[in-house]
């Protein structure tokens, strides 16, 4: 447990450290949040009703494009494969590394969501279900992208395959994140339904992930 | 199965299969096509219902490939079986190809039933996401050179793929759906018994078709292996004697 907690801390210290970890994710989630007004105009009505939508696609986007960095620097350095082959299962370093990467990306996604679910708008009451469902949501997403990440970890350039790779495997939890966030914003009837099947797909994704990623990984190194 | 893991038997054994396998595909193909045409005629959509024999067979066989490709990438991880990851990976772009196909006849059927080329209609949406996935199944075996890592890595992209399916299918359907439900059921189907003999035989025949091209495209890639490895060996002997030449220059 000792070793995990510590590489836990190296890998965030690393992320905050090193510049442009979060601060690519967080420029991208409010350049495309902010253009979005301009694109489908300035009607409050009109964003208000897109607006879990929007947050949803923008936060998929900015946790897929950052999915490279996940094993990147520790690729070149050589300690990727230190940290495989010495000390704990592969699969448990695998998972310390996505519960890290969720910690330095998609945590501060989520800080600056309300001002930014704000400015689109967000029905009264929402915000509370949003920041609920997309921390359960991009966790789910932070595992796959981590799937995409280690199967294209020797090639240079990854990022389009990966999102053709792994934008599939998003669907799902966009649907069910979407729908997890309006059903409890407007407190339809069962309003929980969605956020369990969002939930048991995050739980899934968590378990397939560290395993798919060891073998592929196995295989790249 | 294992036999044929020899690429040299496989040639030869294929070369004996493929005529028959060509026979049969165009002999149910002909049928086929002609119970088509004497099938009757929807009430509602008239000659237009005819797109559904091609329409069904190929969305049956986009589904079916994915799959077969991951059990023959399977076959591949775990017994180091060459020729299974050759299928597996010669398989995709046809899977790809009927994926298009059902998705190029939906629309064309969508246009005059529904009034719109594309609706976001749960299955439609579902062999848009599964073409999606083949598409980066095949930027998979293009981008990683050395074939041995490339397999192995394809298979867990099968995997994983193959464990999404039934989960993206559940989802879109949550998330719209106005096609008409599944009308080929185990449990007595609702169509006229002619149409079903003609839409069976064409699920037959597209079955053969895949089966041929596989074999035939299996075939190309063994071919063009050899053909690769021969140049190799020529551009060998070629340096070879050059450096013998410019040895012997050097002696005199």
């Known amino acids: 447990m000792k070793p995990l907690l510590a590489l836990l801390r190296r890998d965030i210290n690393l992320f905050f450290r090193s510049g442009g970890g979060a601060g690519q994710a967080i420029g991208f989630y409010l350049v495309v949040i902010i253009l979005f007004p301009f694109g489908v105009g300035p009607d409050i009505n009109l964003l208000a009703r897109i607006s879990i939508g929007v947050l949803w696609v923008v936060l998929l986007l900015a946790i897929l494009l950052s999915a490279e960095r996940i094993f990147a620097d520790d690729l070149e350095d050589g300690s990727l494969t230190l940290l495989l082959t010495a000390g704990p299962l592969p699969e448990l370093v695998i998972l310390v590394k996505l519960i890290a990467h969720w910690v330095s990306i998609a945590l501060p996604l989520l800080l600056i969501t309300p001002f930014l679910a704000l400015m689109l708008n967000l029905p009264a009451g929402g915000l509370i279900p949003l920041i609920i469902c997309m921390s359960i949501g991009s966790l789910g997403l932070c595992a796959l992208a981590t799937i995409g990440a280690s199967i294209l970890v020797s090639i240079r350039r990854a990022n389009q395959i990966i999102s053709l790779l792994i934008l599939p495997l998003y669907i799902p939890i966009l649907i069910f994140g979407v729908s997890a966030t309006s059903d409890m914003t407007y407190q339809v009837e069962k309003p929980y339904t969605s956020l369990l099947i969002l939930l048991g797909i995050t739980l899934i994704s968590l378990i397939i992930a560290p395993f798919a990623s060891a073998q592929a990984l196995k295989a790249n190194l | ?252």
């Open chain 2, 1 to 252: 199965m294992f036999g044929l893991a020899n690429p040299t038997k496989f040639m030869r054994f294929s070369s004996l299969l493929l005529p028959y396998l060509v026979i049969i595909t165009l002999g149910l193909l002909g049928f086929g096509l002609y119970a088509v045409f004497n099938a009757p005629e929807d009430v509602l959509q008239g000659s237009l219902s005819r797109i559904l024999y091609v329409h069904a067979p190929s969305a049956y066989l986009a589904q079916a490939i994915y799959v077969f490709m991951a059990l023959a990438n399977f076959t591949g991880f775990i017994w180091r079986h060459p020729l299974a990851d050759m299928a597996a990976k010669n398989a995709a772009p046809i899977g790809a190809v009927f994926a298009l196909l059902t998705l190029i006849t939906g629309m064309l059927w969508g246009k005059p039933a529904w009034g719109t080329w594309w609706v976001w209609d749960a299955r439609l949406t579902a062999v848009l996401v599964l073409f999606i996935m083949y598409l980066g199944y095949i930027a998979i075996w293009q981008v990683i050179e050395d074939q041995v890592k490339a397999a192995r890595v394809a298979t867990i992209v099968a995997a994983v793929g193959l464990i999404n399916i039934p989960i993206i299918k559940f989802s879109v359907e949550w998330w719209n759906t106005l096609h008409q439900p599944a009308s080929l059921t185990t449990s007595g189907s609702s169509i006229h018994p002619t149409m079903l003999t003609a839409l069976l035989v064409m699920f037959a025949a597209f079955t053969f078709m895949f089966t041929t091209l596989l074999f035939i495209s299996v075939r190309t890639e063994i071919t063009r292996r050899r053909a690769r490895a021969l140049e190799m060996r020529i551009l060998q002997q070629n340096i070879a004697k050059t450096n013998s030449a410019l040895k012997n220059s050097e002696a005199e």
